[in-house]
T-cell receptor
Framework: AQTVTQSQPEMSVQEAETVTLSCTYD???????LFWYKQPPSRQMILVIR??????QNATENRFSVNFQKAAKSFSLKISDSQLGDAAMYFC????????????FGTGTRLTIIP | DAGVIQSPRHEVTEMGQEVTLRCKPI?????LFWYRQTMMRGLELLIY????????DSGMPEDRFSAKMPNASFSTLKIQPSEPRDSAVYFC???????????FGQGTRLTVV
């Protein structure tokens, strides 16, 4: 079974600075997807970024980028120019590309932005 | 698109009562998921449907929980009888196909007293 580990329960960053959230996962599969979801206090789950395992290039979405290290099974999220609106819980998630479409989530990292 | 719609947003019920949570997935999406979020256990999958058929219900806690998807536009999660330990936020999510991301509803916060 796949597992996702987020070892940082809480992180904080000064506004306008850069922060990196860590995620590692365990799988025996070679083809899968990885996601970062954001959950603000409104509790809505919002997709931040996705990465296909077969792609070597790291995904980027505006201020958000990932460092995907397939051999190390690592998938970190970098947030540049942090803004107050980035304050939220961030969840890393894994999904297989072999039949079962369920998402397996990490335990989350609570990100605080310091003005 | 209206997104995934869940109802109710909040539910408070007494122990022993039946609770029904509802979900309308995004039109055209083929798979639907029910997740439960608690402080202790995080986000855990309860059940997922593909083309209205239950594919993986290994996360359903016990016989008190049941889920149905009678058609492509509607699903229910029922708890009967409810217990205080069922208190959680229940999310519904849907995906179009295996290559796309999941979209979540706003969740139902269930409190069983």
């Amino acid at each position: 079974a796949q597992t996702v580990t987020q070892s940082q329960p809480e992180m904080s960053v000064q506004e306008a600075e850069t922060v990196t959230l860590s995620c590692t996962y365990d799988t025996s599969e070679s083809d899968y997807y990885l996601f970062w979801y954001k959950q603000p206090p409104s509790r809505q789950m919002i997709l931040v970024i996705r990465q296909e395992a077969y792609k070597q290039q790291n995904a980027t979405e505006n201020r958000f980028s990932v460092n995907f290290q397939k051999a190390a099974k690592s998938f970190s999220l970098k947030i540049s120019d942090s803004q107050l609106g980035d304050a939220a819980m961030y969840f890393c998630a894994y999904r297989s590309n072999f039949g079962n479409e369920k998402l397996t989530f990490g335990t989350g990292t609570r990100l605080t932005i310091i003005p | 698109d209206a997104g995934v719609i869940q109802s109710p947003r909040h539910e408070v019920t007494e122990m022993g009562q039946e609770v029904t949570l509802r979900c309308k997935p995004i039109s055209g999406h083929n798979s639907l998921f029910w997740y439960r979020q608690t402080m202790m256990r995080g986000l855990e999958l309860l059940i997922y449907f593909n083309n209205n058929v239950p594919i993986d219900d290994s996360g359903m806690p016990e016989d008190r929980f049941s889920a149905k998807m009678p058609n492509a536009s509607f699903s229910t999660l029922k708890i009967q009888p409810s217990e205080p330990r069922d208190s959680a936020v229940y999310f519904c999510a849907s995906i179009r196909d295996s290559y796309t991301e999941a979209f979540f509803g706003q969740g139902t916060r269930l409190t069983v007293v």
